[in-house]
């Protein structure tokens, strides 16, 4: 019989209402401990995450939770309403609101929300709005503003839009890279089209901190930024010009990284991650 | 470089090309035309399934292309390199924050993008011929 494995990582699905909106949301999760929640980049979903599901050294003392944000991967566009006839334009307000609703549902207390990239971007509207209901937030490859992505090659009808998402996003990672994850990721990519646009009016237009951030409540909620050297579209420039302005916040660069660091090259990104959440002050070696 | 470099530059790319696995196995739809500008030379480049057609250094001012790529011979030389720096790394990445520019019939370069990019990345291999 050939070897098999069966990985630790499990999966389910939760049922909440958002704004009226029923949602079912799919997550994967393992390990216990202080929660981490995990946001997948726009036009994706959370195997981008699987690295760190599966990384015993932060499993043993806490518990990572990676969910699809709806329209994405096995999370549903919302079933009680006609979606198909309203154009999707993620905002700030529901992306929030979101996330809170599946950590109510989850009944998970002060959990830290780490998000890259749109997700990274949602982590800093969660530290303004709410700061109360956090312990930290890790935005990764974040900026306080991220205009120019919100295009319309991404579903455009006379190109294949799953190329045009996955090469599009090409060189958002680094050269060093390995070539079985950033084609990993890019396979992703290819299955998100339909969704990337609409993530992306959050990312690019509705999202715009620009003269807020010194209202985020540093001394309430832990802000660590993340930035790899290779983001074309949040340079390290934009992180640690983002993370001055917020109350006790850290900045770290990421050398030779890009724009999807967890799953372009988990091994290179977990060492920054842990330097991330012993700031924080939750860390592995802290809690052992 | 002479003529005869630039020659032996277009032949290395071209087998580059033609043996590539990748556009081998994905390259039967990768058909257009298309200019590299960069700056001191300029590349015409002409694709049918995947294969190189024709390569000509420094095309004249009556041949055309779908699409080009623009910028300054540094920066493709920098593209060009075994490990790219940051910001050199794509045409994305130059094209946001260096100066590359993608002009001329952009869903053509759309429609082309996989092996488009994976193409360029050839001069990784082959080298600038800037």
């Not at chain 1, 929300?113 to 890790?138: C, K, T, W």
């Not at chain 1, 010009?241 to 917020?246: E, G, P, S, W």
């Not at chain 2, 696995?21 to 049918?48: P, R, S, V, W």
Request: with cysteine; proline share 5%; aromatic share 12%.
């Amino acid at each position: 019989m050939a070897k098999s494995k069966i990985s630790p990582v499990t999966g389910h699905y939760v049922t909440f209402e958002v704004e009226g909106e029923e949602y079912r949301v799919f997550y994967l999760e393992n390990g216990t401990g202080q929660p981490i929640v995990c946001q997948h980049t726009a036009g994706c979903h959370n195997h981008q995450w699987t690295g760190l599901l599966e990384d015993e050294e932060f499993t043993q003392n806490y518990r990572i939770i990676a969910y699809d944000l709806p329209r994405h991967g096995k999370s549903d566009p919302p079933l009680n309403t006609e979606w198909w006839k309203e154009e999707y334009k993620l905002t700030a307000n529901f992306f929030t609101k979101f996330v809170v609703a599946f950590c109510d549902a989850l009944e998970l207390e002060k959990p830290i929300f780490m998000g890259s990239s749109f997700g990274g971007n949602a982590a800093l509207q969660l530290a303004l709005h709410y700061p109360d209901r956090f312990e930290a937030v890790i935005p990764v490859e974040a900026a306080d503003y991220a205009p120019g992505f919100y295009l319309d090659w991404w579903h455009h009808p006379h190109a294949n839009a799953a190329q045009v998402c996955a090469s599009g996003v090409w060189d958002l990672m680094a050269p060093q890279s390995p070539d079985k994850h950033r084609w990993a990721t890019w396979f992703y990519y290819t299955q998100g089209s339909e969704a990337f646009k609409g993530d992306l009016y959050f990312y690019s237009v509705d999202h715009d901190l620009r003269g807020k951030l010194d209202q985020i409540q540093g001394d309430k909620i832990k802000v660590v930024m993340l930035t790899g050297s290779y983001d074309y579209l949040t340079t390290p420039e934009d992180g640690k010009r983002t993370a001055d302005q917020i109350k006790n916040a850290k900045f770290i660069e990421m050398a030779d990284i890009g724009h999807f660091p967890m799953s372009e090259n988990h091994e290179v990104f977990r060492k920054y991650l842990k330097e991330a959440l012993s700031f924080i002050g939750t860390s592995a070696t802290s809690k052992a | 470089m002479t003529v005869a470099k630039e020659q032996q530059w277009a032949t290395s790319f071209q087998e580059a090309n033609d043996t590539n696995e990748e556009l081998n196995a994905h390259g039967k739809f990768f058909t257009c035309t298309y200019l590299l500008d960069m700056e001191t030379k300029k590349i015409l480049i002409q694709m049918h399934a995947g294969k190189v057609e024709k390569i000509t250094v420094d095309p004249g001012p009556l041949d055309s292309y779908q699409f080009a790529i623009r910028a300054s011979a540094d920066t493709w030389q920098k593209f060009s390199m075994p490990t790219p720096p940051p910001m050199y790394h794509g045409i994305w990445a130059a094209s946001f924050q260096r100066d590359m520019k993608l002009e001329g019939d952009l869903i053509i370069l759309m429609q082309n993008l996989r092996c488009l990019t994976t193409q360029l990345e050839l001069l990784r291999v082959v080298g600038s011929p800037v």
